[in-house]
Every structure is written in C-alpha cells, then in structure tokens.
C-alpha cells in the first residue's frame, strides 16, 4: 500500500466551481499535513498546513483533515483557471524526523 | 521567491562526467533537504542534514554524494550517472532543523538531463 495516496487525475472542473482534491495516508500516526501546487516546469509551493481534525480556512482554500479515516482533502471555491496545476499531498509520518512523504499528486484543470 | 535558490537551473551531462548541484537557502533555517521528481513518480526525498549533519540517506546510490559546509549551503555532487537518474533535483529547507514539524520551502529546482 502506497503510504500517500491521490487520484492523479486530471480532475476537471469549469470556472467558478469548487474543486475538491483527496488524499489518503496509511501511517495511522502521522502528524502533519500539507497541501502543494506545482505548476508545470516549476517547484511545488506550500499552499495550506493542517495538524488537527476539521477544517482550515485561508482565502478561497479549505483543508479537511479525518484522522480517524486517515484522509485530508483541499477544496478550492471559486476556482480560476490559474489554479490549474497539479496538487501534492505530503505527510509527516509518526516517528519521523520530520520528512515529509508525497503523494503522486492530483492535475487539476479549471476551464473558462 | 521562496527564499531558497538553485543552480544550475538546467544542466546536462555525459554518463562520464562530475558536476555539482547547488543550493542557497537565505532564510535562516537549520534543516536542508534533496528531493528528486521523476516524471510520473512522487517527491523522493533523497538526503537530509540539519545542522549540518547528514541525519537521513534514503538509501541512494553513491553517484550521489551530498556536502553540507554551513547552514546556508548544501550541494549535490554527481560523478557516473545513468540515464535513469534524469529528473527534477529539489532543494528544500526548513527552520527547526529536521526534528521538528516545520514547513518546508522549495527551491526552483534543477532540471538534470544525463545522456
């Protein structure tokens, strides 16, 4: 079993819609989540972090995280067509020295 | 600009030839990271230093030998690498040093083609 797990896409969705991006972890101990977009050709760049159960909020980002269910999602309301990128999902595993574990990564494609 | 800078930017090389990868981190962390992304793979975290120590090697073949001078610096010494080993080199830190939960900072990257 993959430790972090995303559908890779691509997710399509038009303007003005909310796009919700999934992830899956297997270490029932992990501690820290965080959500990266990388556009094409560039370097991932963080985008939210979550370490407790619920949601956070920032602008138009939500992140989700059920521990219980080991899954955290990003929701993206208002979607522009400059949000189209690919998404990672990146975990700290319990016990870790705080290296982070990636995702494939879900591309994302927001048409107008 | 995240505050992390690599170079080169694009680099390409014999299977016979050394270079180095470097990377420049201006914001004061004590944690740096190599990463490599190969096309339709995840983020593979290659080495870790904090404080200048190595404290991770992800089981990574010795054509990659990492060096740490001081906090700000880290290179990626590269000598006899295969075709495979083309990929996006990640250079990332981070500010408690690699025991603690802080976010990482990229850099842009550098796009290594070995043929």
């Known amino acids: 079993q993959k430790e972090v797990e995303q559908n890779s896409g691509p997710l399509s969705v038009p303007e003005g819609a909310i796009a919700s991006l999934n992830c899956t972890y297997s270490d029932r101990g992990s501690q820290s989540f965080f959500w990266y977009r990388q556009y094409s050709g560039k370097s991932p760049e963080l985008i939210m972090s979550i370490y407790s159960n619920g949601d956070k909020e920032d602008g138009r980002f939500t992140a989700q995280l059920n521990k219980a269910s080991q899954y955290v999602s990003l929701l993206i309301r208002d979607s522009q067509p400059s949000d189209s990128a690919t998404y990672l999902c990146?975990?700290?595993?319990?016990?870790?020295?705080?290296?982070?574990?990636f995702g494939k990564g879900t591309k994302l494609s927001v048409k107008p | 600009e995240t505050g992390v800078t690599q170079t080169p930017r694009h680099l390409v090389m014999g299977m016979t030839n050394k270079k180095s990868l470097k990377c420049e981190q201006h914001?004061?962390?004590?944690?740096m990271y190599w990463y490599k992304q190969s096309a339709k793979k995840p983020l593979e975290l290659m080495f870790v230093?904090?404080?200048?120590?190595?404290?991770e090697n992800n089981s990574v073949p010795s054509r990659f030998s990492p060096e740490c001078p001081n906090s700000s610096h880290l290179f990626l010494h590269l000598h006899t690498l295969q075709p495979e080993d083309s990929a996006l080199y990640l250079c990332?830190?981070?500010?408690?040093?690699?025991?603690?939960?802080?976010?990482?900072?990229f850099g842009p990257g550098t796009r290594l083609t070995v043929l």
């Open positions: 990332a830190s981070s500010q408690g040093g690699a025991k603690r939960v802080d976010t990482q900072y």
């Open positions: 914001l004061g962390h004590n944690a």
């Open positions: 990146a975990v700290i595993r319990g016990g870790s020295q705080g290296n982070l574990i």
């Open positions: 230093y904090s404080l200048e120590e190595r404290v």
